[in-house]
């Protein structure tokens, strides 16, 4: 990787990063201080699942891969990000047709898909916590079986589950966001929720791929915008974490000088996040031009 340049899909991290819910969230106190001990020194507490994070094995697979287990061959590769911010919405179910309609994925890729929903992430100006964790589009079991044919290393995503979110414990969580989506998926679909997500599929991106070593990671943003609809090779960095059954994540691509230099020079026309980020509702264009170059 000589001469590579790195793009950060990380979301910022701090104590308004909400976690999944019911999850705790991140806790920050200094235990000490410059006057009189010489250092700053913080204390930190969360759960694994605040952030930008990868869900191991482990999380749900018994006898799976602890987060320390992974190979670095198997977190860094090649890949494709792909933007469904046209073809799925809030609530919707999308497909493994959609995703091969935009982009080439070969056996064996990282797959990151972008929603759209990282516009509602809390460090965006049009953040919206309930649209993040509760109304982002999700996969059926049809996407999970695509995924085990290509072999997919890993899956990431830019909200907050891998999963449908009214296929987890959601559903009895919000329940009026739960009749909402059963109104949405019949008007659609023409089936109810608990008919197009029945007991035997309940959080299927977990439970029926982590014992195929297919794992995800959950809430990808920070620059993601900019490379939409691309092939690029793409980093995640967890911890070393020795029985882990997830981690917090720094997720990267990386690209070589000039298309960097280009990618900066498209950046510098956007607007940004008070993090310095691209503020991706700001930014429209940014998506027509991926659309464009996949032909759509």
């Given amino acids: 990787m000589n001469n590579m340049k790195v793009i950060d899909l990380t979301m910022p991290f701090g104590v308004g990063t909400p976690p999944w819910p019911t999850y705790e969230p991140l806790e920050v106190k200094y235990f000490k201080r410059l006057a009189p001990n010489g250092a700053n020194g913080q204390f930190v507490s969360h759960s694994n699942h605040v952030g930008t994070h990868l869900d ?5 697979y018994t006898p799976g891969k602890d987060i320390a287990s992974l190979d670095m061959d198997f977190l860094v590769h ?11 919405g ?19 890729d990282i797959l990151i898909i972008s929603t759209g929903y990282h516009q509602y992430s809390w460090d965006q100006p049009t953040g919206n916590e309930i649209s993040y964790m509760i109304k982002h589009p999700g996969p059926d079991r049809e996407f999970a079986e695509w995924a085990k044919k290509k072999k997919l290393r890993w899956i990431g995503v830019d909200c907050g589950s891998a999963d449908h979110p009214m296929n987890t414990k959601i559903r009895d969580w919000m329940p009026r966001q739960a009749k909402e989506c059963d109104a949405h ?4 679909y023409g089936k109810g929720l608990e008919e197009v997500f029945t007991e035997d599929k309940y959080q299927l991106m977990h439970i029926e791929m982590f014992p195929h070593g297919i794992i995800h ?8 915008d900019l490379l939409l609809n691309q092939r690029v090779t793409i980093g995640c960095f967890p911890w070393r ?18 298309r960097y230099e280009e990618l900066m020079a498209k950046k510098a026309k956007c607007k940004l996040t008070r993090f310095g980020d691209v503020a991706r509702a700001e930014n429209p264009w940014l998506v027509e031009e991926a659309r464009k170059r996949a032909g759509k």
Avoid: N, P, Q
């Avoid at 191991?56 to 749900?60: C, Q, R, S, V, Y």
């Avoid at 090649?78 to 799925?88: Q, R, Y």
């Fill in 56 to 60: 191991g094995e482990i999380h749900f």
């Fill in 78 to 88: 090649e890949g494709v990000i792909v933007d469904l911010s046209d073809a799925a």
């Fill in 90 to 108: 809030e609530y919707d179910v999308y497909t493994s047709k959609m995703i091969e309609d935009r982009v080439e994925v070969k056996e064996g």
């Fill in 185 to 188: 998926f019949k008007k659609k």
């Fill in 217 to 224: 990671a959950e809430c990808v943003g920070g620059d993601i």
């Fill in 241 to 258: 974490f020795v029985d882990g059954e997830s981690s917090i994540a720094r997720i990267v691509a990386f690209v070589d000088e000039k």
